[in-house]
């Protein structure tokens, strides 16, 4: 009886202390690491150290930006994927983590990332000369089906986001245009400046001082809503085709990272997003918020990899 009494002790002990052991530790205990995949001083840096910033005070913790570049942005998303799945190293993910898998660049997709959010969202915009004679989407669709091929549309590049979008216009418009690489979107924004192309499927950032100028036109946004520095011009939708589509940042964690640490991060970092200073300073550096939460984000990514791999397959840029 005595025996069973011991056991029966030593049981209940080893119970309460594996209770113990099991409670949640509490989080951050120490700085949390943001990997950024591109170099400083971009936009996604300028975001993320933006956000670091405002964040910290609700975190109770440094964060660190972290610089990983390389390959196209497959080294930071790579190292943001291989870390801990303790929570303390964020990454923050961006267009490429779509464009990069098609291509057989990357072995891994967002998918295999923890979402927490998306962050901001810049729509492609088709632009033309100010005195194009098309003055409407309709009117560029129009002459396209006519003549396939013949209008030249500019990209920041091969595989590029704008590259993509244009490919995307053609698609749900049903037109054949001519695709001219550029390395980035700026000297492609020089160009039709110069007459030399008809148009770009950039940013409105990127073309908001020669608009503004009168030296260029926006047609459309591929975006939910107008611009609200161009609040004049329509979307695509409203032009009649359902074409939402440009770049965007969010955050994401390793897999499997435990509920509650992905809780606090997903609470400070909206609380750091929501403040008038990261809202001021976004607004003076020019970046379109675009705020979603985890599973709005994942519904996001996944009709934007579809559409992205789909038209990277047919433009050729696929393997």
């Given at each position: 009886?005595?025996?069973?009494?011991v056991?029966?002790?030593v049981?209940?002990?080893?119970?309460?202390f594996a209770?113990c052991g099991g409670?949640v530790?509490?989080f951050?205990t120490k700085p949390?690491?943001?990997?950024?995949?591109?170099?400083?001083g971009?936009?996604?840096?300028t975001?993320?150290?933006?956000?670091?910033?405002q964040?910290?005070?609700?975190l109770g913790?440094?964060?660190?930006?972290n610089?990983v570049t390389?390959?196209?942005?497959?080294a930071?998303?790579g190292a943001?994927l291989?870390a801990?799945?303790?929570?303390?190293t964020?990454t923050?993910?961006?267009?490429?983590l779509?464009s990069?898998?098609?291509?057989?660049?990357?072995p891994f997709t967002?998918k295999?990332?923890d979402?927490?959010m998306r962050?901001?969202?810049?729509?492609?915009a088709?632009?033309?000369k100010?005195?194009?004679?098309?003055?409407?989407v309709?009117d560029f669709?129009?002459?396209?089906?006519a003549n396939p091929?013949?209008i030249?549309?500019?990209n920041?590049g091969?595989a590029?986001?704008?590259?993509?979008?244009a490919?995307?216009?053609e698609?749900?418009?049903?037109i054949?245009?001519n695709?001219v690489?550029?390395?980035?979107?700026?000297?492609?924004?020089?160009?039709l400046?110069?007459?030399?192309i008809q148009?770009?499927?950039?940013s409105?950032?990127?073309?908001?001082?020669?608009?503004?100028?009168?030296?260029?036109?926006m047609?459309?946004?591929?975006?939910?809503?107008?611009?609200?520095?161009f609040?004049?011009?329509?979307?695509?939708?409203?032009?009649?085709y359902?074409i939402?589509?440009?770049?965007?940042?969010?955050?994401a964690?390793p897999?499997d990272t435990?509920?509650?640490?992905?809780?606090?991060?997903?609470?400070?970092?909206?609380?750091?997003?929501?403040?008038?200073?990261?809202?001021?300073?976004a607004?003076?550096?020019?970046?379109?918020?675009?705020?979603?939460?985890?599973?709005?984000?994942?519904?996001?990514?996944e009709?934007?990899?579809?559409?992205?791999?789909?038209?990277?397959?047919?433009?050729?840029?696929?393997?």
């Amino acid at each position: 009886m005595k025996k069973m009494f011991v056991l029966l002790l030593v049981f209940l002990f080893v119970i309460s202390f594996a209770g113990c052991g099991g409670q949640v530790e509490k989080f951050p205990t120490k700085p949390v690491t943001l990997i950024v995949p591109w170099a400083a001083g971009g936009g996604t840096d300028t975001i993320a150290r933006g956000l670091a910033k405002q964040t910290e005070k609700f975190l109770g913790q440094t964060i660190t930006v972290n610089n990983v570049t390389g390959g196209g942005g497959a080294a930071g998303h790579g190292a943001g994927l291989s870390a801990k799945n303790d929570g303390y190293t964020v990454t923050v993910i961006t267009f490429e983590l779509l464009s990069l898998p098609p291509q057989k660049l990357v072995p891994f997709t967002y998918k295999d990332f923890d979402l927490l959010m998306r962050l901001n969202a810049d729509p492609a915009a088709l632009t033309v000369k100010a005195d194009s004679p098309f003055k409407t989407v309709k009117d560029f669709v129009e002459y396209a089906k006519a003549n396939p091929g013949k209008i030249n549309v500019g990209n920041a590049g091969p595989a590029s986001v704008w590259h993509i979008a244009a490919g995307l216009l053609e698609e749900k418009a049903g037109i054949k245009l001519n695709h001219v690489p550029f390395n980035g979107a700026a000297p492609a924004v020089t160009d039709l400046v110069g007459g030399h192309i008809q148009a770009v499927t950039v940013s409105p950032a990127e073309v908001r001082s020669q608009v503004n100028a009168g030296q260029l036109r926006m047609l459309a946004v591929m975006s939910d809503n107008r611009n609200p520095h161009f609040p004049e011009v329509p979307t695509f939708k409203e032009a009649g085709y359902d074409i939402i589509f440009g770049t965007w940042r969010g955050l994401a964690v390793p897999k499997d990272t435990p509920e509650n640490v992905k809780n606090v991060l997903k609470e400070s970092f909206k609380k750091g997003f929501d403040s008038p200073e990261f809202q001021d300073f976004a607004k003076n550096a020019g970046l379109g918020l675009a705020y979603a939460p985890a599973e709005q984000f994942k519904t996001f990514l996944e009709t934007a990899s579809t559409d992205v791999e789909a038209v990277m397959m047919r433009l050729g840029l696929a393997k």
